[in-house]
């Protein structure tokens, strides 16, 4: 199989801006990667953003949202040149209890706007079938494990809005039994980009700055670990505020000492997440705007493993989600699956995705997933 050139876009819990970033593949190697770039929300756009959270489809503020996302996407993305688009969209609501979950933004639209074929909606087949829809990374890491040579289990941890951690074991693939676990392991930068944008007026704590000058709350750190999402079992998924009413006695600490108490949370979670994992990673390369927050790096840096960013594999942390896109909008065209009951608990390996190609074009990509969808959906999905 010819390796694609496929172009990600991810727009994450954090809501700072959109990445996108190119990648060639067939879906199950990387072969190269290529030029990838940002287009940050303005406050504006990031306060349109915040107040459809937690809304669903019909909402008063989700077609305001919906719109802010894809015209961010659209100006970000007609800059490239590319034979097919993963597009996340923007996450709403997350309920896979209820097999439900929500990402603003139309792949229809932004499919005739960029007169190029759009993979999206990947998240909505895997909770309809049981699964928890997040995380969808995984088969991504996999691939990035073998692309940088690890003979023996690794771990990647994103720290975006939620952190999530895929454990890999790239000996075997990655739809074998033990290649994969995945699961979200609690809050990371949300909370702190919340409190700085309170406090601060400012969308994230630059440099740990605000974290630095506090001391963290032990009691309440014990207090918050008490939560029943720590209790279960992976895999398991988050939504963004999953912790707003658990964590609002940390934030009516004095904002440093508030900020350091979260940092100590996030260590807290992630350690909790290894206990969970077969074996113990040889390394834990951390992805995410968390893994430029030294105080968060600092906490990190007493688990029982190596913990690096992952520039230190070659790999881009600010961009990886964006390729994941990218390789996962590759395998839904191949009908290959983009999630596995190891990384979101779904009975049997999944295959996700819409693909919406702009009308009257014909192409040479592949076959298997010929779903054409051209109409312009004047509701987010």
């Known amino acids: 199989m010819e390796p694609i050139h496929a172009l ?9 801006g959109v990445d996108a970033a190119e990648l060639w593949t067939d ?5 190269r990667f290529g030029q990838s770039a940002y287009h940050p929300y303005s ?5 349109v953003i915040a107040r459809a959270m937690g809304q669903w489809q019909g909402d008063p503020d989700v077609a305001a949202a919906a719109e802010v996302v894809e015209m961010a996407h659209a100006r970000l993305l007609s800059k490239f040149d590319a034979a097919v688009v993963g597009f996340h969209g923007q996450t709403l609501a ?4 209820n097999r439900r979950t929500h990402q603003a933004g139309d792949g229809a639209l932004l499919a005739e706007v960029l007169q190029t074929p759009v993979v999206w909606d990947f998240r909505t087949a895997d909770v309809h079938l049981g699964g928890e829809g997040a995380p969808l990374a995984p088969a ?15 771990a990647f941890l994103n720290l ?5 951690l895929t454990w890999v074991d790239p000996s075997k693939e990655m739809d074998e039994t033990g290649a994969l676990l995945a699961f979200d392991t609690g809050p990371a930068n949300a909370p702190i980009n919340d409190l700085c944008v309170d406090w601060l007026g400012q969308p994230f704590d630059r440099d740990g700055a605000l974290a630095r000058e506090g001391t963290a709350d ?10 029943a999402y720590f209790h279960r079992m992976p895999p398991k998924s988050l939504d963004r505020d999953a912790f707003r009413r658990a964590g609002a006695a940390i934030d009516a600490l004095p904002p440093s000492h508030a900020a350091a108490t979260w940092v100590a949370v996030i260590a807290a979670s992630v350690a909790q997440g290894l206990d969970h994992c077969p074996t113990m990673p040889t390394r834990l390369l951390v992805t995410g705007g968390g893994r430029l927050n030294p105080a968060i790096m600092d906490a990190l840096s007493v688990l029982p493993t190596v913990v690096e960013p992952v520039e230190a594999a070659g790999l881009d942390g600010d961009m990886l989600e964006a390729q994941a896109f990218a390789f996962l909008a590759v395998r839904v065209l191949r ?6 009951p190891g990384t979101t608990g779904v009975s049997a390996c999944v295959g996700g995705g819409e693909v919406s190609r702009p009308e009257g074009r014909l192409d040479s990509l592949p076959n298997t997933a010929r779903h054409t969808d051209t109409r312009r959906v004047t509701k987010a999905r």
């Open 43 to 47: 406050d504006a756009d990031r306060a």
């Open 335 to 340: 009908g290959l699956p983009t999630s596995f």
């Open 140 to 154: 991504y890491h996999h691939a990035c494990a073998r692309f940088i040579g690890a003979t023996g289990p690794v």
């Open 94 to 97: 997350h309920d896979p209890d």
């Open 160 to 164: 975006g809005g939620v952190g999530n």
């Open 27 to 31: 879906g199950q190697v990387i072969h």
């Open 218 to 227: 032990g009691d309440l750190v014990v207090q918050f670990m008490r939560h």
């Open 8 to 16: 990600g876009a991810m727009s994450g819990t954090s809501m700072d």
